[in-house]
């Protein structure tokens, strides 16, 4: 049973208990408020994150290959340059590191900088240099529709039901490979 408000919110703890980083892991986009692991190390541009490190992800201060594991969720529409920051990710990862990397594709404009939403193919050109990249899908068609129905008054207040009928019937009418998906899942090693 889905109990979270957002069902995007859904995939992304989904994301984050599946991922099980052993090692050192860099929260890029993180601080205090949106700490997924124990232990990481967090950088924000902005300092009411309250993050670790406070700059700008497309201009990391950290050594090469430093970290272990790195995960940046749903932060990548949220920078001008998305090659850049993946290039930065790249370089702070040890050899044989893992990224964790989540991204919103049909979904509403939740901030004043929301610059894009990537597709598979534009996920894949942008995460060429790792040497496995797995691309999961979040949701598809139902999930999309209910979750749009969730932002208006009634679905406001019938958010666990549409939540939860939108992933059932995705389940049920479940496509390998949805043209419409709330977003993306990647987990790929350098």
Not at 9 to 21: C, D, G, L, Q, S
Not at 152 to 177: H, M, T, W
Request: aromatic share 12%.
């Amino acid at each position: 049973m889905i109990q979270t408000k957002y069902i995007r919110r859904h995939f992304i703890e989904k994301a984050v208990r599946a991922f099980a980083p052993a090692g050192t892991v860099l929260e890029v986009g993180s601080g205090r408020r949106w700490r997924y692991f124990d232990g990481s190390v967090t950088v924000n541009r902005d300092d009411s994150a309250e993050a670790d490190i406070l700059c700008d992800a497309e201009a990391l201060t950290l050594a090469d290959g430093s970290f272990q594991n790195v995960a940046c969720i749903e932060v990548l529409e949220h920078t001008p340059s998305p090659e850049r920051l993946i290039a930065e990710l790249h370089r702070v990862l040890e050899p044989g590191g893992r990224l964790l990397l989540t991204v919103p594709f049909i979904f509403e404009i939740h901030d004043r900088q929301d610059y894009f939403r990537f597709t598979r193919m534009g996920l894949e050109h942008l995460l060429r240099h790792f040497s496995e990249v797995s691309i999961e899908p979040n949701g598809g068609v139902f999930c999309v529709f209910f979750h749009f129905i969730r932002l208006s008054l009634i679905g406001k207040l019938l958010f666990p039901v549409l939540n939860n009928l939108g992933y059932g019937l995705d389940c049920i009418f479940r496509q390998a490979e949805p043209r419409i998906t709330l977003g993306y899942t990647v987990v790929a090693r350098k």
